[in-house]
Nanobody, 119 residues
């Protein structure tokens, strides 16, 4: 079982920055793909960015050039650096862990952290 705990959300003005963290329990972090997703009120949850166990990154078009996903395997932690934030980035941000590349079907989710960007 993997437990994920997000932190770092908050209220920021447009143009500002936040850094989200996702701390994972267990010993499989190094072989897991980590992802950040977000869900705004009344909207479906959407992919923001992923990083594979080998460090290969993937971003949604709407965050390219503004957000950076990274990971520190020694700390079992994934990060999402968010710069040039816009009001439309307001959402609950969730961390996800999976090892589907290795054939394991389970996804693990954190509880989410609120990000609010004021105009």
């Amino acid at each position: 079982q993997v437990q994920l705990v997000e932190s770092g959300g908050g209220l920021v003005q447009a143009g500002g920055s936040l850094r989200l963290s996702c701390a994972a329990s267990g010993s499989i972090f190094g072989t897991s793909r980590m992802g950040w997703y977000r869900q705004a009120p009344g909207q479906q949850r959407e992919l923001v960015a992923t990083i594979s166990s080998r460090g290969i990154t993937n971003y949604a078009d709407f965050v390219k050039g503004r957000f950076t996903i990274s990971r520190d395997n020694a700390k079992n932690t994934a990060y999402l650096q968010m710069n040039s934030l816009k009001p439309e980035d307001t959402a609950v941000y969730y961390c996800k862990s999976d090892r589907r590349e290795l054939g394991y079907p389970n996804d693990y989710w954190g509880q989410g952290t609120q990000v609010t960007v004021s105009s």
